[in-house]
């Protein structure tokens, strides 16, 4: 079992940054992809951002690119998500996910991970 726990997130206004760490339990934490999803409420979980396992290979959201950055720290077990330039339309609860060897065509896929954490509020007031 692999536990991830988020950390980071809070209120900032628009135009500003945070940062999002993810602490993942796994022994060999370097074999897992690791990515961020959001949800608005009522709707689905919606991808932000993930990085590969093994050499790193980082995706992101349209809505996202340019201005927030993935990340890992194998040696920490943890990853990354600074986001910078925030809107109003960033504020979500952001949930971290763990999965095993992913392809880089699973890792967008929500239902592939297999470990989430609880998930970490951004508010980004205008």
């Known amino acids: 079992q692999v536990q991830v726990v988020e950390s980071g997130g809070g209120l900032v206004q628009a135009g500003g940054s945070l940062r999002l760490s993810c602490a993942a339990s796994a022994r060999t934490f370097s074999s897992y992809s690791m990515a961020w999803f959001r949800q608005p409420p009522g709707k689905e979980q919606e991808f932000v951002s993930a990085?590969?396992?093994?050499?790193?290979?980082?995706d992101y959201a349209d809505s996202v690119r340019g201005r927030f950055t993935i990340s890992r720290d194998n040696a920490k077990n943890t990853v990354y998500l600074q986001m910078n330039s925030l809107k109003p339309e960033d504020t979500d609860v952001y949930y971290c996910?763990?999965?095993?060897?992913?392809?880089?065509?699973?890792?967008?896929?929500?239902?592939?991970?297999?470990?989430w954490g609880q998930g970490s509020q951004v508010t980004v007031s205008s």
């Open positions: 990085i590969s396992w093994g050499v790193p290979r980082t």
């Open positions: 996910a763990a999965g095993f060897r992913l392809t880089p065509q699973a890792m967008g896929v929500p239902w592939r991970y297999d470990y």
